[in-house]
């Protein structure tokens, strides 16, 4: 395993730490009886990767999963934790196959995971998750299908930008596919909600983060993020929360994160 310590100079470990945080969130409180929930955690990742731990122990999603839907929880609340992952790629899903395929909480489908069907899978009271970490805006995962499936308890997390060779070199029409799945996964938060936006400094691939959480836990979830970017990336990390701070400041940020200076005064 390599275990090359990336400091500030990678995005990706402050991805995982969100990542991390939240699923291990969700089930820790699913764990106690005392959320809307009922006993069964159910976690989607719509963009599994080939599973490798680049940086160091966990440092995928499929790892991150692993170690939540196999950690000794205490209490015996919790009956059942499944995790259904989708890798389109084939090189990279028999990675996946190959490093996660022993454990049975995890079923790995080789599948485009635009094709499917929330609905069959997760029933109103679970406590679910969806991760979405595509590469770049021509993998979004996310269809308005799977958004109207949704059901009032799953939380989720989701990539944004993410252009390696520099977000605003895209052209506006592909990059105004990002207001469209923001538009599409925010038209609606539920009273019980709050959608946080989480961007990193001074990034010209300009990667940030849209997760959905609990509202009681949103403050203090926030604060723990800003603490972990801090340490994470070189410049730092700021966010915004649609209950704390208005769509309108929440759309402002969304346009200077996605559009030039000239493009956001003509738009
Ligand atoms: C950024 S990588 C994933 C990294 C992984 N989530 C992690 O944190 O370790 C994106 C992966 O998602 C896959 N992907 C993108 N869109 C997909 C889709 N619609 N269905 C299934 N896999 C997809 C790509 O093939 C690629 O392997």
Not at 173 to 187: K, N, S, V
């Amino acid at each position: 395993m390599n275990t090359t310590n990336v400091g500030t100079s990678s995005r990706t470990p402050f991805k995982h730490w969100l990542f991390n945080a939240h699923l291990g969130q969700m089930i820790g409180a699913t764990s106690t009886g005392k959320t809307p929930t009922n006993r069964a955690v159910k976690v989607f990742d719509l963009c599994a990767g080939d599973g490798l731990d680049t940086y160091g122990e966990c440092s995928s999603s499929p790892s991150i999963i692993r170690k939540h839907m196999t950690s000794e929880i205490r209490g015996g609340y919790l009956e059942s934790r499944v995790s259904h992952l989708y890798e389109r790629e084939s090189a990279a899903f028999n990675s996946l196959l190959e490093k996660h395929g022993d454990c049975p909480q995890m079923n790995l489908h080789h599948q485009d995971s635009r094709e499917i069907d929330l609905s069959g899978l997760v029933s109103d009271r679970d406590s679910s998750f969806v991760y979405a970490d595509p590469n770049n805006i021509d993998q979004l995962p996310i269809t308005q299908k799977m958004v109207n499936d949704l059901t009032p308890l799953t939380l989720y997390l989701m990539t944004l930008g993410c252009n390696v060779a520099g977000l605003k070199r895209l052209s506006v029409e592909a990059r105004l596919r990002w207001f469209q799945m923001i538009e599409m996964l925010t038209e609606t938060v539920r009273g019980h909600h709050d959608v946080q936006l989480i961007w990193l400094n001074r990034d010209s691939s300009q990667w940030a983060y849209l997760a959905c959480v609990p509202r009681k836990w949103s403050e203090a979830t926030m604060e723990k993020s800003m603490m972990a970017g801090k340490k994470m990336w070189k410049d730092g990390v700021q966010g915004l929360t649609i209950k704390r701070d208005g769509m309108a400041a929440f759309k402002t940020i969304i346009r200077q994160l996605f559009l030039t200076k000239e493009e956001n005064q003509n738009q």
